[in-house]
């Protein structure tokens, strides 16, 4: 008898909740344009002419936008290595300022492991460990001793 009941019920309250959805719905299905926040309801045609004629252009901003695009400008590429390599050459001819090369540093992670004995526990770290030892690059070969 309960469960009659409650599936009388179950059935009442799903027919009442989509049966009225409707009719319950202040808003009208059949509208033009959605609801926004910004802008204006137009037709698609008018849109376009509207966001076309805000472009328009004269002759002589044509004419001046096309010798822009003629224009040879430098790749970026190019500019970089230019830069890098006048960079470079001053530094050679500048016999007061020697490059240290960095030394190269390994970093090794030791896992976690338990003592000989087990009563100690050692956990994860890590040890840095110096390869190679930091190079002059650049050296002025005129004042080196002569051997």
């Known amino acids: 008898m309960v469960k009659k009941i409650s599936k ?4 009442l309250a799903s027919l009442t909740a989509f049966g009225c959805a ?5 808003y ?3 509208f033009t344009c959605p609801i926004s926040e910004q802008g204006k309801c137009v037709p ?7 966001s ?11 004419t001046e936008r096309n010798d822009l695009l003629k224009q040879d400008f430098a790749p970026v590429e190019d500019v970089y290595k230019d830069a890098l390599f006048n960079k470079l050459s001053q530094l050679l001819k500048d016999p007061k300022s020697p490059i240290l090369a960095p030394p190269k540093i390994v970093r090794v992670m030791i896992l976690p492991y338990q ?3 087990g009563k100690e526990f050692y956990s994860a770290r890590y040890v840095y460990v110096l390869v190679e030892e930091p190079q002059w690059i650049l050296q002025n070969l005129t004042s080196m001793p002569q051997d």
Do not use: D
């Open 115 to 117: 003592g000989e004995n």
């Open 44 to 50: 698609i045609q008018q849109a376009y002419q509207e």
């Open 22 to 26: 409707s009719t319950m719905n202040p």
């Open 28 to 30: 009208s299905e059949n």
């Open 8 to 11: 009388f019920l179950l059935g």
């Open 52 to 62: 076309v004629q805000n472009y328009k252009i004269t002759l002589n901003e044509r």
